[in-house]
């Protein structure tokens, strides 16, 4: 059965850099996008980005253009989303989620807390 | 960005009952738009998707209409396990966007 399963949490400090990953499992790695959408607690989902796996190519939302960088290891069929210069209101559950086929994000790995506190 | 605006923000209902959230695309999206349900503490799941598709497992009772800029998610015949929020979703732009969300109590 297809899994995303994303590593732990993370405490980190205001302007330092965290790496969440995503191993995906039970499909064939090259074959769909690779997305980030955020959640703040209590708040809504935000978009961050996608990855093509089978060619690395990348899409952001504008509004992390330059903080935010995608990026898989085929042999371990394993995205990672790295964010930088991290700001308080940048604390949130990380998720990563399958496209599906045919619309939507259909697969979703469990969520990783990332706190950002001095 | 395509902006998502769902309403209502929030909807308390009885076993039973029949539910309607709206969401309304910004601009055109055809029908590339998503219905997610989110438990607290979970990730989200696919419930619809192309507008009025219903994802593979999802029970019958999840309904999607609209095309364009109008979009509908209903739920008929409401029961216990069906609270939680609900979030439309477009992917018409590279730039994905999501509504704010529709709190659903029973």
């Known amino acids: 059965q297809v899994q995303m399963v994303q590593s732990g949490a993370e405490m980190k400090k205001p302007g330092a850099s965290v790496k969440v990953s995503c191993k995906a499992s039970g499909y064939s790695f090259n074959d769909n996008f690779v997305n980030w959408v955020r959640q703040a607690p209590g708040q809504g989902l935000e978009w961050l980005g996608r990855i093509d796996p089978k060619s690395g190519g990348t899409n952001y939302a504008q509004r992390f253009q330059g903080r935010v960088t995608m990026t898989r290891d085929t042999p371990t069929s394993t995205i990672y989303m790295e964010l930088n210069s991290l700001r308080l209101d940048d604390a949130a559950v990380y998720f990563c989620?399958?496209?599906?086929?045919?619309?939507?994000?259909?697969?979703w790995g469990q969520g990783a807390l990332v706190t950002v506190s001095s | 960005d395509i902006q998502m605006t769902q309403s209502p923000s929030s909807v308390s209902a009885s076993v039973g009952d029949r539910v309607t959230i709206t969401c309304r695309a910004s601009q055109n999206i055809n029908n590339f738009l998503s219905w997610y349900q989110q438990k607290p503490g979970r990730a989200p799941k696919l419930l619809i998707h192309s507008a009025s598709s219903l994802q593979n497992g999802v029970p019958a009772g999840f309904f999607g209409s609209g095309s364009g800029t109008d979009f509908t998610l209903t739920i008929t015949n409401l029961q216990p396990e069906d609270f939680g929020t609900y979030f439309c979703q477009q992917t018409y732009s590279i730039s994905q966007t999501f509504g704010q969300g529709t709190r659903v109590e029973i």
């Open positions: 989620a399958r496209s599906g086929s045919h619309d939507g994000l259909d697969y």
